[in-house]
């Protein structure tokens, strides 16, 4: 891992670094997480990191792990606090479990030493543990803003005291409910996974409590998509449960210290992109999946589901810092609204009650409960709350036992949240609180604000004004209702004027100056009036013309990256036709601002665009004009010309020199500077197809569809990648919303057809096939599709009639000459080559044409030492093509060259393979599988045959493919074939 800078944390961002590093890396340092020796915070952090690491290793089951850190740090044995922290942590976790200890046990460890640490009593240890770690994998507050609570139960209520600190096992059952694990705790409650048994079993989230949630049946009430809802709340065994949801795992306390933690390690800015936001999500969700096997089934099933459900996570991927956070914002403010008008407050507003739910929801949790309704209560009983997020008024309240909290509390908070998020910091400096921290608090609240924009010149001034007038220390002067800070949020969004927050910019300024001195500008006019007439005349035209350059620039840049953007697409998109379109795109995309010599000055246009358009037009300009004049092959040059190359060119050209694990690292790299850039998540979303690793082109697809969202070329890839993935209805959902793009577009008709096949109803295939026929009636490959499915509805003249009839036509396009050759296989395999060998001319076919050469060769001509001759030239090209690699290797096998065959197989296992990959591997170890080691052989064909018939691939090739002639014997092959008949007698 990179070495953190631990003297640039705190003590509590210190481990909060810790926590989120041990749930998302494989390994770790933990001295790097170590302040020096001679930090005045150097033995609380050491034993906090320690007793985090011991606790952790303990849930995996390892219950002697202290003697490993022992002997893994033998300089915890200088300094006596750090040993009692783990002693104490270590007794009390055995304790909890039922396991007593002997003395000895510490002994054989510690030695002498121990003698000296026993100031620690067994019955202190087996209390309630020290309070440094409030946060633990959670959502709660760290001791540093700590919560305020005043429980309305009194101290005779029949709660049973501590009951609220104990950790339940594992597989513990309390009442309908059998716990799976720990996600968090604080002073007041714990918080876990669990599954319900009287619902199928279906998994929760519990947060356990001993104290009583005054309001809970009101937010069961409360019904919105910004809202954790609550299922249910019980009472059982004493306890008070809330039953919510499993909607995520990390807030968006989590997602800031992230952002934190990349800022020193990569010198960037601390506020949170989208990117940022989505891989914290992304990393925990993981972690999650890898640590429960009921889990990793639901979240599973969970990403199945149907599209459209709730807003996809892949969203926020374009949006830069900003943009994130005001989406953010727009998303609380909007469920604080929601419950503001059922006459509820929140009363405890901060990021770790903020959750960042998997499919990128933004949803308020842990809403203060034992607090009352806004209005119309007899007594307020409680008052709760985040010191470093709460309101003036709430302090004094506090101070004075009073709750004082209102809809501008909240409002309050939301500005504490923004500051936060915008700047890295809180308004207000809580680092230093002692003794009093109520008292404190509110007189650091009476400190004057420094202006967000001041300390993060990226924020724009009217968003500045929207956090200011949040936190206004007089609540009469904030916001007045949430649905009016929603309103500033969506019109600063939206680069609108606020309607409720000043404008700081030159027109209010103005606009002040002119109150101020109306009896001067009185005289002024009456002076100046028939010369300001003429004056105001003249500038008023030169401003028209301004303001209508300005709009027609505008205008133009618009229809301009609509038009490349949509020329990006169809360059890369591996489809008929789709590069001359793409041509003729880019070409009409440069017309908008360089047209042809008679009409020189549109270009002009562009000095009335911003200075960010501009340069924005004048790269991707000349990005696009490269990238049509050229033809693949010419981007195979020399180092000399890449030195040249702009970034984005540079990743094209390595795109088609097959260098794409070097294309994927530059493309995430573009992607983090410009995450907005449309052709860098189409090309990863190409490269990534063309790897076969389909969820994450579908990813880069839909986070380009979020960047051109008119662009249907992105729809039809994330069809195609679902359709890989046999996900056929989420292939169709895509398809259609491509279709209402362009209704005219073939493709979409086509890979439909393929969908529909798929899924066995021929009807509608041929009725989608026959729709793009009509539309490019000389398609070879449409033909092809549409002939298929005419004979499985049993018009098998129709289907030989119209394969005869495109057949004889020249193709027309690079794939149509692939096409015809398979089509032209099976009756004359020297015509088909023939056809595959022009294709290959085409840079696009190179590889599709080659490795049907190499099969026409091999299969059909017997000429396999050709065949392995036209593989190893598409290895030369790219060394990493796994289908060139198995292809040549099943041919060394035939040929009995087990060394090469072996050599080639072993490219293959450090690739990704794909289920045809694994077939493919599994017929070369079976060719192999003779001699002294036929056993072993027969094992690994097996093995590669199990992967490739799971999601599957193959069943219909087993029962006549001659590669797997030596498994015939073998009862687990014979157990297979059987089985895989069996299905498909079903299936029929």
Known sequence: MNEIQSENYTIFELI??????????????????????????????VSEILRIWLEWNWGKGERDYLAKI????????????????????????????????????????????????????????????????????????????ARIVEPMTSPNSSIRDGDSNRAFEPNEELGDFRLLQLLGHGAFSRVYLATQKSLANRVV???????????????????????????????????????MPFLGSITLRDAIQFAKQKSIHHSQSQMLSGAELVHAVEVDRQRLQSSNREVNQFLSLESDHEIGRRPPLEKWLPLNSI?????????MVSGLEYAHGKNLLHGDIKPANVLLGFDGSIMLLDFNLSRNQLQGSEKKTSAGGTLPYMAPEQLLGLME??????????????????????????????????????????????????????????????????????????????????????????????LLPLKYAPNRGIQERLFKFARR??????????????????????????????????????????????????AEANLFYADGGSREEGKKLGKLALQCFYPSSTEPMREHLIAYLPPEKQVDVRETAAYLSRIIERQPSQYLLDAEFSESLSPIERITQLYFQRDLELALDLLQMEIAKSPN???????????????????????????????????????????????????????????????????????????RGLVYERMKDHQAAVKQLTKAMAEVPASHRYAMALSRNLRAIGKTSDADQLLKSVLDQTPQMPEDWVFRGLARLTQSPEDALLDFEKAQTFESMYFTAGQNRAHVLSEYLNRRKE??????????????????????????????????????????????????????????????????????MQDQALAHLARALAPGYGGNLLATDRDLANLRGNATFTTILNGVSTIQQVTQ
């Open 16 to 45: 909060d670094c810790f926590e989120r590093d041990l749930r998302s890396k494989v390994r770790l340092d933990l001295r790097s997480y170590f302040p020096s020796s001679d930090s005045p915070m150097y033995e609380e952090a």
């Open 70 to 145: 022992v002997a893994d740090f033998p300089e915890i044995r200088s300094s006596s606090t750090v040993l009692k922290s783990l002693l104490f942590e270590d007794r009390r976790l055995h304790r909890i479990h039922g396991i007593t200890l002997r003395r000895e046990y510490y002994a054989n460890m510690l030695g002498e030493q121990l003698s000296e640490l026993e100031t620690i009593s067994f019955k202190e240890a087996f209390s309630s543990a020290p309070q440094l770690h409030s946060k633990k994998f959670t959502q709660q507050a760290q001791s540093d803003t």
């Open 205 to 243: 989230v519990l947060k356990i409590t001993s104290l009583p949630m005054g309001e809970s049946q009101k937010l069961a009430k409360l019904q919105h998509s910004n809202i954790v809802p609550l299922y249910s709340t019980q009472n059982v065994e004493g306890f008070f449960i809330l039953c």
């Open 323 to 331: 943009q994130t956070v005001v989406r953010v914002a727009i998303d």
């Open 401 to 494: 036992s009073q709750d004082r909290s209102s809809v501008a509390s909240d409002i309050y908070s939301i500005g504490v949240v923004l500051y936060e998020l915008l700047t890295g910091k809180h308004p207000v400096d809580f680092s230093s609180l002692t003794h009093s921290p109520v008292e404190l608090s509110f007189e650091r609240h009476q400190q004057k604000i420094e202006l967000p924009n001041h300390i993060n010149p990226q924020v724009p001034r009217d968003l500045a004004a929207i956090v200011m007038k949040c936190l206004a220390k007089d609540p009469t002067q904030r916001y007045q209702s949430a649905s009016q800070l929603r309103e500033d949020l969506l019109r600063q969004q939206s």
């Open 517 to 566: 001195n109306q009896s001067a500008l009185k005289l002024a006019a009456s002076l100046l009036l028939g010369v300001t007439a003429a004056i105001v005349a003249v500038f008023s035209i030169y401003f028209w013309m301004i303001s209508a350059r300005t709009n027609i620039a505008n205008e133009t840049y618009t229809s301009f990256k609509a038009l490349a953007r949509n």
């Open 677 to 751: 850039r449309f052709v860098c998540w189409f090309l990863q979303g190409q490269i990534y197809l063309e790897q076969r690793r389909y969820q994450e082109a579908r990813t880069s697809f839909a986070a380009a569809e979020a960047a051109a969202p008119q662009c249907a070329i992105t729809l039809i890839a994330q069809g195609n990648c679902n359709y890989w993935m046999t996900q056929y209805d989420r292939a169709l959902a895509c398809y259609e919303k491509a279709e209402r793009l362009e209704p005219k577009l073939a493709t979409i008709w086509y890979n």
């Open 867 to 936: 065949a392995i001759g036209v593989l190893t030239e598409l290895l030369q090209r790219d060394p990493d093509y796994a289908p060139a690699l198995t292809g040549r290797a099943v041919l060394y096998a035939r040929e009995n060259q087990r060394d090469m065959a072996l050599a080639d197989l072993e490219q293959c296992h450090r690739l990704n393979p794909s289920p045809q990959i694994h077939y493919q591997i599994s017929c070369v170890y079976s060719l192999l599988a003779t001699g002294n080691d036929a056993k072993s």
